[in-house]
Nanobody, 119 residues
């Protein structure tokens, strides 16, 4: 189970931090990440954290502005979003799966989403 929090409304140039809480077994060696989607548009991959290696990956549109990280003690995945732009407005979803599935484009575990609005 994945539970997101931290969304909200912010002015352009501002920051938000999203959190995704999950269970210990999923948190360990799984790949986890963030996606976003606006109504009527395709889902976009935002950031990935590879639990096996701690490598991180980012979508081109957020590189240099977003940072994905994990707090292993709390089993929480974070997405720090800085220098937000109106085009970052979307529903943001946390996802997880075994990394074999993840890098084949399969994501079987999802949170309920948290809305981010940038004006």
């Amino acid at each position: 189970q994945l539970v997101e929090s931290g969304g909200g409304s912010v002015q352009a140039g501002g920051s938000l931090r999203l959190s995704c809480a999950t269970s210990t077994y999923m948190f360990g060696s799984y790949c986890m990440g963030w996606f976003r989607q606006e109504p009527g548009k395709e889902r976009e991959g935002v950031a990935t954290f590879d639990g096996r290696s701690s490598a991180t990956y980012y979508g081109d549109s957020v590189k240099g502005r977003y940072t994905i990280s994990k707090d292993n003690a709390k089993n929480i995945l974070y997405l720090q979003m800085n220098r937000l732009k109106p085009e970052d407005t979307a529903m943001y979803y946390c996802a997880a799966d075994g990394c074999g599935n993840w890098f084949q484009g399969r994501y079987n575990y999802w949170g309920q989403g948290t809305q981010v609005t940038v004006s």
